[in-house]
């Protein structure tokens, strides 16, 4: 008798062996629960990495000069010289001074609305930027540059200031993306107990079908397509669940109209991702129910 | 094996087996089963029929000893190998050992499906061996909605569906009435006239004598007395179906 690869050749004859009942229980919830806190700390840390992209491509090649003095007219005086000078200076892109107006209005919600008589003297700033990311050396030279036409100029590199920022971004990504590996995990693990609780209660079916014949790949089959309906429909509720989540607080922190939250929106690619988690969690629970079957049933005869 | 018969089915050589660290429950266990023959298995309860028709369906391996089936070695073959050897082994077991959630139908496809034959080549054959079971109105009941006498002629249904080249048999008229004993019988010796060598546990004396040209292997205390003598191992002489009684 030749051996082939053996094979239920009717679905319906292979689902039937298993009693699905029998496997699935709280498994599509608990599913849907994994999937759905998936989605929400995956969403959080795309979020994250967007927003640390984002603010570092601005941050890069960004500098601040700040004219220090009292004297409005002096200051006036350095400030058109520094934009001069910086103007002049190879590697400088661009070269801007910000307006009172917008100086004002960055300084309102601290100092009040500006009033004509008594007004707190504040630094004339100039935003710059330069061709290639702010170094050290390059900074050096353009302190030394604006020394002579600007004593009053303070130059700082625009990144230096959200670098806590950067580093409480990033840990913040780290943990999401943590969190979703302890998820995967979570998932891995709750489909181990039930597949090991399935095949106790099994156990009889499978000694019997073990003795007509039937493979640990047959047997397996059986318990990772019972796991892959559980973790399908788990998946989807827990999807939907998960983006309902993700749009009411990207609505939430939209509305707080700070740049750097709302550079953290998830893009098409983002969005696409999260599609994935499910299907992802499908194969994770698919893999995990037939190693654990295959290992279970190597120690029977 | 140099000095092996030629065409030996089962081959036992010196077997013994225990469980765990208890006492050997097979001891010294040596014989010869050929194709087509006909085999009764007797002895007193607790004399090891069952664990000696363990491993011949290879439920279980010795625990010393050599055993030969169809060709291979039984005792080293590698674990993926075995269920294309069960597959040639039809099994009655004596608590019938149907799968509860499956219908009667479902039970006998069972080897069938494992398999791989087609679904529509299952549906007469099956509904056909029901039929002569006397279980046609009944393909569609669960184990636990049949008698156990129903329950016995569904497992013997499903041990021979698949033509197997061995039916082992523990005690498979033990919940029957005499006319379905008979019935039985007569089906395993229509199978065994097909070529299938049968193995029969029983303690029924008079099953014995409805089957003429059937050996005996008799089991006492876990020892085989072999009161013919023709299935020793080594065997004298190789034995043809019925030549040793």
Known sequence: ?301 | MSNAAEGEIVQFDNVGLRYGTDREVLSNVSFTLFPGGFYFLTGASGAGKTSLLKLLYLAQRPSRGAIRMFGSDAITLPRERLPALRRRIGVVFQEFRLVSHLSAFDNVALPLRVAGVAEREITKPVADMLEWVGLADRMHALPAQLSGGEQQRVAIARAVIHRPEMLVADEPTGNVDPDMAVKLLRLFEALNRLGTTVVVATHDVHLLKRVPDSLIMRLDKGRLSDPTGALRYPPRVPRPKGEAR
């Not at chain 1, 934009?83 to 910000?98: D, F, K």
């Not at chain 1, 710059?128 to 540059?145: C, I, K, W, Y």
């Not at chain 1, 788990?234 to 750097?260: C, P, R, T, Y």
């Open chain 1, 1 to 301: 008798m030749a051996f082939s690869l053996p094979r239920f050749v009717s679905r319906g004859a292979e689902a039937e062996l298993i009693p699905q009942g029998r496997l699935s229980g709280p498994m599509p919830w608990v599913i849907a629960i994994m999937v759905a806190l998936t989605v929400i700390a995956a969403a959080a840390g795309l979020a994250f990495s967007n927003t640390a992209r984002s603010a570092s491509d601005a941050l890069t090649g960004g500098i601040t000069v700040q004219i220090v003095n009292a004297n409005p007219v002096e200051r006036d005086r350095q400030a058109q010289a520094a934009l001069r000078s910086l103007r002049a200076t190879p590697g400088v892109v661009e070269a801007t001074l910000v307006s009172q107006a917008e100086i004002d209005r960055l300084i309102e919600p601290w100092l009040g609305a500006p009033t004509a008589e008594g007004a707190i003297p504040v630094p004339a700033l100039i935003d710059a930027r330069l061709r290639d990311p702010v170094s050290g050396e390059m900074l050096g030279q353009l302190r030394r540059t604006l020394r002579d036409v600007a004593p009053a100029a303070r130059v700082d590199a625009q990144s230096t200031w959200l670098k806590p920022v950067f580093s409480a971004i990033g840990t913040m990504r780290w943990l999401s993306i943590a969190l979703v590996g302890v998820l995967a995990f979570a998932l891995a693990a709750a489909v181990l107990l039930a597949v090991r609780t399935a095949l106790g209660t099994n156990r009889e079916t499978i000694e019997i079908v073990h003795l007509l014949g039937g493979t640990d790949r047959q047997i397996a089959r059986v318990f990772q397509r019972a796991i892959g309906f559980d973790a399908a429909g788990g998946g989807a509720i827990g999807l939907a669940l998960g983006l309902v989540v993700v749009l009411l607080l990207g609505k939430q922190f939209g509305g707080l109209g700070a740049g750097l939250v709302s550079s953290g929106a998830l893009g098409w690619l983002d969005w696409i991702l999260l599609a994935l988690i499910p299907v992802v969690g499908v194969g994770l629970a698919m893999f995990t129910a037939r190693q654990t079957v295959i290992r279970a049933l190597k120690k029977m005869l």
